[in-house]
């Protein structure tokens, strides 16, 4: 199968929390994190986005450690 991607590489910070779901998620559907990651991005509702002349403000994390940066292709 030939899937032509418009490729554009991501760094993201998750917390290792974040980080150990991933991996136990992905560990157990067999599927890579970039897909899952791909088909969580498109499951994003932006309509109502697109009305706001402000944008939507993102809730600050209750982790307190470090993020791991992890890097998405």
Do not use: F
């Amino acid at each position: 199968m030939n899937k032509k991607w418009a490729i554009k590489r991501i760094t993201i910070n998750l917390a290792s929390t974040e980080s150990e779901k991933l991996e136990r998620y992905c560990a157990i559907t067999g599927r890579p994190a970039t897909d899952v990651i791909r088909e969580l991005i498109r499951s994003l509702e932006v309509t109502h986005l697109q009305e706001s002349k402000h944008p939507v403000p993102m809730k600050p994390s209750s982790v307190t450690h470090e993020p791991q940066p992890v890097s998405i292709v």
